[in-house]
């Protein structure tokens, strides 16, 4: 199967891309390399630098494709309201660009995933295994 993976250059994405390629998947890999997350704009080899936004791009990039692992966002909380065009413009409208293409060029199969931005932290196991919360933002 021929996948290709938003967000792939990401925490959640280089482990993913890592899997389907053990698994013997072909693998297009597509990251807009933001300086914040990354630490650079330089994408890994084998990965095309694209925005999640850029209509243009899609085609090309779908082309063989079986199925898209969308895995791009902005993440984090913003420092101030002024943060959440970015946000928005980059996830949600990522988002509806990208199902776009899709609309124009289907796949079998679709795999979107959010963030603790969307969803919060949730809970998490301390390592004696008991249940914990995370702690309560500041100012919250």
């Not at 967000?7 to 390629?21: H, K």
């Not at 850029?54 to 943060?83: E, F, I, K, R």
């Not at 969803?119 to 295994?129: H, I, P, W």
Request: glycine share 12%; aromatic share 2%; hydrophobic share 50%.
């Amino acid at each position: 199967m021929k996948v290709l993976l938003t967000g792939s250059a990401g925490f959640i994405g280089t482990a993913i891309g890592a899997a389907l390629e053990d698994a013997g998947h072909g693998v297009v890999r597509v990251d807009a390399m933001l300086p914040q997350a990354h630490g650079t704009t330089e994408p890994p080899a084998g990965t095309h630098r694209v925005d999640v936004r850029d209509a243009a791009a899609w085609p090309a990039l779908l082309d063989g494709v079986d199925a898209v692992c969308h895995q791009a966002a902005v993440v984090g909380a913003g420092v101030s309201v002024a943060d959440l065009p970015a946000y928005a413009g980059a996830n949600d409208l990522g988002t509806a660009v990208l199902l776009d293409a899709l609309a124009r060029r289907p796949v079998e199969r679709l795999v979107c995933a959010s963030s603790m931005s969307v969803y919060g932290e949730g809970l998490a196991r301390s390592a004696d295994g008991a249940t914990v919360a995370p702690p309560a933002e500041a100012g919250s």
